[in-house]
T-cell receptor, first 114, second 108 residues
Framework: EAAVTQSPRSKVAVTGGKVTLSCHQT?????MYWYRQDTGHGLRLIHY???????EKGDIPDGYKASRPSQENFSLILELASLSQTAVYFC?????????????FGSGTRLTVL | DAKTTQPDSMESTEGETVHLPCSHA???????IYWYRQVPLQGPEYVTH???QNTTNSMAFLAIASDRKSSTLILTHVSLRDAAVYHC?????????FGDGTQLVVKP
């Protein structure tokens, strides 16, 4: 069974502080993704990666950095957290990428910025 | 811009068959149609996907229109466990466009 684990499950941060969200997958997948979801809405792609030590911008990358130090780990970094970044963040992984590969999602990290 | 359009909510009763529609009028030839479902406090869960032909698995039947501009996810004998937000999304390589989904309410 594919597994994607996110940590922490929830976090409260202060405006202007640095926040790091972590994601670990045991699927041996090449592709990993970070999405954010605002209450009552769908997911939007922030960053993704298809190989270690390389990341790509998604649809809403402003204010976020990503890091892929290994195939298994993918982090999302908010250098200067802002109120507008309060949301639930989901990490996902998939195989070779491409159109026919299923995404497996983690359970999410609920981030509240005060 | 959302590339799919779904009704905000639908209701069904346990044991019934429910048809969840999705419109994707601007779909391109190389985009797959994926369906995921999501319950509160969880990430989306894969349901099914297809390109042109109808598909079926243990969770649902996916009917794709011949012009591919719409699709319908069909859930048979729904139970309370099927209550979730159902997302119809298009996938083209790494760009996956989520809409707001359809909230399926299942009544006992």
């Amino acid at each position: 069974e594919a597994a994607v684990t996110q940590s922490p499950r929830s976090k409260v941060a202060v405006t202007g502080g640095k926040v790091t969200l972590s994601c670990h997958q045991t699927n041996n997948h090449d592709y990993m993704y970070w999405y954010r979801q605002d209450t009552g809405h769908g997911l939007r792609l922030i960053h993704y990666s298809y190989v270690a030590d390389s990341t790509e911008k998604g649809d809403i990358p402003d204010g976020y950095k990503a890091s892929r130090p290994s195939q298994e780990n993918f982090s999302l970094i908010l250098e200067l957290a802002s109120l507008s970044q309060t949301a639930v963040y989901f990490c996902a992984s998939s195989g070779l990428g491409g159109r026919g590969e299923t995404l497996y999602f983690g359970s999410g990290t609920r981030l509240t910025v005060l | 811009d959302a590339k799919t359009t779904q009704p905000d909510s639908m209701e069904s009763t346990e044991g019934e068959t429910v048809h969840l529609p999705c419109s994707h009028a601007t779909i391109s030839g190389n985009e797959y149609i994926y369906w995921y479902r999501q319950v509160p406090l969880q990430g989306p869960e894969y349901v099914t996907h297809g390109l042109q032909q109808n598909t079926t698995n243990s969770m649902a039947f996916l009917a794709i229109a011949s012009d591919r501009k719409s699709s319908t996810l069909i859930l048979t004998h729904v139970s309370l466990r099927d209550a979730a937000v159902y997302h119809c999304i298009l996938r083209n390589n790494n760009r996956i466009f989520f809409g707001d989904g359809t909230q399926l309410v299942v009544k006992p």
